[in-house]
């Protein structure tokens, strides 16, 4: 039961992505062609919101649900690391066409060819796991 208002949220970010066409093909071809503002205003957007909550979060010294006070710490800016990572999640994107969050929502639209995305996604996931401490970063 306590897990309930996290899978309200999901449903909840599911028909967001699904309204605002996150989880469009077409609209990311349109994005990845520069054909169209609707998904960079939207990225752009989410950039800007996260940009804002981190600072609050820095300012306020704000606490998690448990009471434990949220420490934002800082990485070392390497930029390799960033290009590599981000080649390898835009290729998957642009290969897929659809970056993490709406690949689950897409699920839900009743596309379930997805669940391979998923499958594969996770199976990245374990892979870097299994190799970080042999990467550079």
């Excluded at 996290?6 to 990311?28: A, C, N, P």
């Excluded at 990225?43 to 909550?53: D, E, Q, Y």
Aim: glycine letters at 12%; hydrophobic letters at 50%.
């Amino acid at each position: 039961m306590k897990q309930l208002k996290f899978i309200l949220l999901g449903v909840f970010f599911g028909i967001l992505f699904t309204k605002s066409e996150v989880i469009s093909w077409y609209r990311i071809q349109e994005m990845f062609r520069f054909q169209s503002f609707h998904m960079y205003g939207i990225i752009g957007s989410a950039v800007v919101l996260g940009a804002l909550g981190t600072a609050l979060i820095k300012r306020w010294r704000l606490k998690d649900l448990y009471g434990n006070r949220i420490v934002l710490q800082d990485k070392a800016r390497t930029w390799p690391r960033y290009l590599i990572g981000g080649t390898i999640f835009g290729l998957g994107w642009a290969l897929t066409g659809a970056c993490p969050g709406p690949m689950f929502a897409l699920v839900g639209a009743g596309h379930p060819v997805f669940l391979v995305v998923i499958v594969s996604a996770i199976a990245g996931t374990w892979a870097y796991g299994a190799l970080r401490d042999k990467l550079p970063h």
